[in-house]
Nanobody, 114 residues
């Protein structure tokens, strides 16, 4: 059974940084995409950053230049380095992976105070 385990959320002041991690385990197979979405209360879930199968990255316009996605293929782990955080980045962040199916992590909360 495939599991995604996230860590690294928390409370930070505006302008600060956080690093999220997501480790995939189980019988994964070929990973076609792996990355992060976020969802704030009352809003739709939105893409934040993702690695595609070819290794390219896609970022939401709102985080370009501030967030960086990276990965450790040997560990099936993806990271999200978030710098210059803003209050509007406050959200639950969800790791997701597209392999044999689409898998989601349980979410980790990021709160940015002004």
């Amino acid at each position: 059974q495939v599991q995604l385990v996230e860590s690294g959320g928390g409370l930070v002041q505006a302008g600060g940084s956080l690093r999220l991690s997501c480790a995939a385990s189980g019988t994964i197979g070929t990973i076609n995409a792996m990355g992060w979405h976020r969802q704030a209360p009352g809003k739709q879930r939105e893409l934040v950053a993702v690695f595609t199968r070819g290794g390219s990255t896609v970022y939401a316009d709102s985080v370009k230049g501030r967030f960086t996605i990276s990965r450790d293929n040997a560990k099936n782990t993806v990271y999200l380095q978030m710098n210059s955080l803003k209050p509007e980045d406050t959200s639950a962040y969800y790791c997701y992976m597209v392999a044999r199916n689409v898998y989601w992590g349980q979410g980790t909360q990021v709160n940015v105070s002004s």
